[in-house]
């Protein structure tokens, strides 16, 4: 039985004393029984259309991110789920604030939306580039020495500010961090090289990021722990072994989403009032 409380963050963290590996030999098999379970809330949840569902992947380089999320909603309905990746901001997104281009895209009541790499990769990445906040032409930040401590902490309360809006209006928010070992990110991007169907998803900046391992330990940690909050809380998942870490996940979903307890609307009164008739109609065709 995975008791899985110990995943979630409600109390400061050290990423270095957290497991990146446990194993699981039928998580496969189990996984296939959850996503019919996952299947059956997303169609409830849907017919009820109270609540949208926004899950959030953040996780260095081959984490696992999308294969994660290949299998654990293969069985659910195409058009219930809407994935969103996050790449480089674009010349039109760089002209608006930095969460623009997240609320635009946010699941509508009834769906699911996984970001794939989120809002919070802008914290990430500008933390251990932050030459790239210059892009944003934000007034007041002149160069990088204004870029301290206290600007990316207010981000994070910014975001603090947006989640919390967003869980207020019917928006359930589960984030999920990918949590690899440095050398089992080394055997994946060997087995990039050295599989030719593979080749395409290596890149030589993966190298010159991997170097930047401890700067983004650092501002993982960081954000963790200032942005896990109990109406949007980070979960941390050991990922060195894929099949494990999509069960887990999997599995913290099914027991959040219970809370819950979508129901399926009724027919109104009316409408029922007329049921027998109007299947006399059909049957009378």
Not at 198 to 205: G, P, Q, R, T, V
Request: glycine share 4%; with cysteine; proline share 4%.
């Amino acid at each position: 039985m995975m008791k899985l409380e110990k995943y979630q963050v409600t109390s400061a963290i050290k990423l270095d004393q957290l497991a990146t590996k446990e194993v699981r030999e039928d998580a496969k098999k189990h996984l296939k029984k959850l996503r019919r379970k996952l299947s059956d809330l997303q169609r409830v949840m849907y017919a009820e259309r109270k609540y949208g569902l926004l899950i959030c992947l953040q996780g260095m380089d081959t984490s696992g991110k999308d294969s994660l999320i290949r299998e654990v909603f293969k069985d659910v309905n195409a058009s219930g789920v809407e994935v969103h990746s996050f790449k480089v901001p674009t010349e039109l997104e760089l002209k608006h604030d930095f969460m623009w281009r997240h609320y635009i895209v946010l699941p509508p009541k009834g769906k699911i939306g996984v970001f794939n790499r989120t809002h919070y990769e802008n914290l990430l990445v500008t933390r251990v580039h932050p030459e790239y906040v210059l892009g944003e032409n934000i007034p007041n930040v002149k160069s990088v020495k204004d870029l301290d401590d206290n600007f990316y902490h207010d981000r994070m309360e910014r975001i603090n500010d947006f989640e919390n809006h967003l869980a207020k209006n019917g928006t359930i928010i589960l984030k999920f961090f990918l949590n690899l070992s440095k050398d089992e990110q080394k055997n994946r991007l060997l087995r990039r090289l050295n599989t030719p169907e593979k080749n395409w998803k290596f890149s030589a900046s993966d190298l010159k990021e991997r170097k930047l391992w401890d700067a983004y330990m650092f501002s993982y940690e960081d954000l963790l722990n200032r942005t896990s909050k109990e109406n949007a809380p980070w979960f941390v998942i050991p990922a060195d072994d894929k099949p494990t870490a999509r069960l887990i996940l999997a599995k913290i979903l099914l027991k959040e989403l219970k809370k819950y307890n979508f129901k399926e609307p009724s027919l109104p009164a009316k409408v029922q009032a007329q049921v027998e008739e109007f299947k006399a109609q059909l049957g009378n065709e």
